[in-house]
């Protein structure tokens, strides 16, 4: 029986190719919640387990305002930098608490400025996904060290690595189970 394996799939090279926006390619105009939503939707969906609850709803987004682990929308609308954390925390909540979260980002903030901070976040979630969906060589991940490897760095980049090998475990017993049928 000639059944293709999990590496080889669609879903495990979508998954290997995904490329979040950058900072500059963000919408540059504020959001509705509803726009917001969906936005974050495109963005994360590719993660999820169809039949899966999206990665983001405007009720945990109104919790983390309330939580005050982002800031509130001016009269109802959000602005890039709402965008921003928002992908960062629907990415890094499936591995680690939303205090924790909280912490990265303002520590990444404190460092750097924003654009600098996210887009590195970016290309650290995006070789982890890379790495992991693709062979699983993690000395190629070694190779691309950032200039200065701080222990802010090696915390970014363990969450996404802990996130793309969460990612992998789940998408993988997915299609077994698709593939048994």
């Given at each position: 029986?000639?059944?293709?394996?999990?590496?080889?799939?669609?879903?495990?090279?979508?998954?290997?190719?995904?490329?979040?926006?950058?900072?500059?390619?963000?919408?540059?105009?504020?959001?509705?919640?509803?726009?917001?939503?969906?936005?974050?939707?495109?963005?994360?969906?590719?993660?999820?387990?169809?039949?899966?609850?999206?990665?983001?709803?405007?009720?945990?987004?109104?919790?983390?305002?309330?939580?005050?682990?982002?800031?509130?929308?001016?009269?109802?609308?959000?602005?890039?930098?709402?965008?921003?954390?928002?992908?960062?925390?629907?990415?890094?909540?499936?591995?680690?608490?939303?205090?924790?979260?909280?912490?990265?980002?303002?520590?990444?903030?404190?460092?750097?400025?924003?654009?600098?901070?996210?887009?590195?976040?970016?290309?650290?979630?995006?070789?982890?996904?890379?790495?992991?969906?693709?062979?699983?060589?993690?000395?190629?991940?070694?190779?691309?060290?950032?200039?200065?490897?701080?222990?802010?760095?090696?915390?970014i980049r363990s969450a996404v690595?802990?996130?793309?090998?969460?990612?992998?475990?789940?998408?993988?017993?997915?299609?077994?189970?698709?593939?048994?049928?």
């Open positions: 029986m000639g059944s293709i394996n999990f590496e080889n799939s669609e879903i495990s090279k979508r998954i290997a190719n995904y490329r979040l926006p950058r900072y500059d390619e963000l919408m540059k105009f504020d959001l509705f919640m509803n726009q917001l939503t969906d936005i974050l939707d495109e963005y994360l969906s590719p993660f999820l387990i169809p039949g899966e609850a999206k990665a983001l709803t405007p009720s945990m987004i109104n919790n983390y305002v309330f939580k005050q682990v982002i800031l509130p929308p001016d009269q109802k609308k959000y602005s890039r930098k709402h965008v921003i954390h928002l992908l960062v925390i629907g990415i890094l909540k499936q591995v680690l608490s939303l205090s924790d979260i909280a912490e990265l980002i303002s520590k990444q903030i404190e460092e750097y400025p924003i654009d600098i901070a996210y887009n590195y976040f970016c290309n650290e979630l995006e070789k982890a996904l890379r790495v992991v969906f693709e062979g699983r060589d993690f000395s190629e991940i070694e190779k691309t060290q950032p200039t200065k490897v701080t222990p802010l760095s090696r915390k690595l802990s996130f793309a090998n969460k990612i992998y475990v789940k998408q993988s017993i997915y299609f077994d189970k698709t593939q048994q049928k």
